[in-house]
């Protein structure tokens, strides 16, 4: 296993890290007060800087093949790091945010010709976003097969009903389209009653109820998370993704290079959590003496720049093999990698906020931001639990008679 960056990584990277100091961080500030007022929509600000990454030519990185920029998890993956140290911007600006990121590797995996045209193309171009419906409120659908959302073929349309939320960018009015996971036979195997069917914003019987706040915030500067019903709602027959009782492999190939891109990106959210922290300790006297001279505050800044060599290795290790055996191939690593990356760098954040007190909880750090962000994903992409207990019983695998 070789991690070191290839030349391909390493012109990117140089690029993405010049667009970050030169156009990222300098907007921040009056990104989140646009944020603030522009309600569900993105930022005025947002379209400039995805203007600036197109011409520098840092778009769709996320994307392998002949629809995005064609690098591999390996390559990928210390972008989404960089990424990562404005997690709220850098991603939309390029075009590399959730969930349109999974939505596009759906289209250009599974999707047909029309649905690629229609669907694929204006996101590759960022002229519109997406949403995944698949969480739902009234089961508990980290078990995927106990989604209740029908999807009932009724002639040349299917027929949807159910209730999701937490959708994620479903509230931004540019939303045009959103992938819905349902069951389409009920009395098949588990694992092969759901279907994906594509359902535009403006298809009558859908409706976006209610914004959901992730611990207070309402991430509206990302499209928001939105609860959606779906009343007898119709689609075309043409509007199924792949073939009837294949959503939940679909799904399985969608979270896969997603949770690479997430855990990457939590990686460099711990990476500006520990310059905050090291600044501020530097910064501030308590008790005769700097914080950084204080023993408790240098184990946590020890602590954490162990956590993330650690975790960062776990992750560049996982893209590797999802490179060279697939992501079959790479399952255990990839629930690792799911497991220990969130709650390690929450972990960090949670220090971070320490050290800087009663700023830490407030909008002029991001580190409360970023630490919710980070405790959320321990849900996101399934939760702690559910991955744990398929690892577990992987291990156990091996002992069996």
Request: net charge negative.
């Amino acid at each position: 296993m070789d991690f070191g960056f290839d030349e391909t990584t390493t012109e990117h990277r140089e690029r993405l890290l010049a667009f970050m100091d030169e156009c990222v961080y300098p907007a921040e500030h009056a990104f989140h007060e646009q944020a603030a007022t522009s309600g569900w929509g993105p930022p005025p600000l947002l379209e400039d800087l995805k203007a600036e990454a197109r011409r520098r030519d840092l778009w769709n990185l996320f994307l392998p093949g002949e629809h995005g920029a064609g690098l591999t998890n390996l390559q990928y993956a210390p972008l989404a790091e960089v990424m990562g140290w404005s997690p709220g911007i850098a991603p939309p600006a390029t075009n590399c945010a959730a969930p349109d990121t999974g939505n596009m590797e759906v289209l250009a995996q599974f999707g047909s010709d029309w649905q690629r045209k229609e669907y694929l193309e204006p996101l590759l171009n960022g002229e519109i976003r997406s949403a995944f419906a698949m969480t739902e409120p009234d089961v508990a659908s980290s078990d995927a097969t106990n989604i209740a959302t029908s999807i009932r073929r009724d002639g040349n349309e299917y027929v949807i009903n159910g209730r999701k939320w937490y959708i994620t960018g479903a509230m931004n009015p540019n939303c045009a389209v959103f992938i819905v996971m349902g069951k389409t036979d009920p009395d098949a195997p588990s694992h092969r009653q759901q279907s994906m069917v594509l359902v535009p914003r403006d298809t009558p019987g859908l409706t976006v109820r209610r914004g959901m706040r992730v611990f207070g915030y309402d991430d509206a500067d990302h499209g928001g998370h939105a609860e959606v019903v779906f009343e007898d709602v119709r689609v075309p027959v043409d509007n199924l993704i792949g073939e009837e009782g294949g959503g939940f492999a679909i799904a399985q190939a969608r979270l896969g290079p997603g949770r690479i891109h997430h855990c990457m990106r939590l990686i460099g959210m711990a990476e500006r959590a520990v310059e905050l922290m090291c600044r501020r300790a530097l910064s501030r006297n308590a008790f005769g003496k700097a914080v950084a001279q204080q023993g408790v505050v240098q184990d946590w800044i020890a602590e954490s720049r162990v956590r993330i060599e650690q975790l960062r290795l776990l992750v560049l290790k996982t893209a590797w093999l999802m490179d060279t055996v697939g992501n079959r191939g790479a399952h255990t690593e990839i629930q690792a990698i799911k497991i220990a990356t969130p709650a390690g760098v929450e972990w960090i954040l949670d220090k971070a906020i320490q050290v800087h007190g009663a700023g830490g909880l407030s909008q002029d750090f991001p580190l409360a931001g970023l630490w919710a962000g980070a405790r959320s994903l321990r849900f996101a992409d399934g939760p702690d639990e559910v991955h744990k207990r398929s690892l577990a019983y992987r291990e156990l695998k091996k002992y069996m008679g």
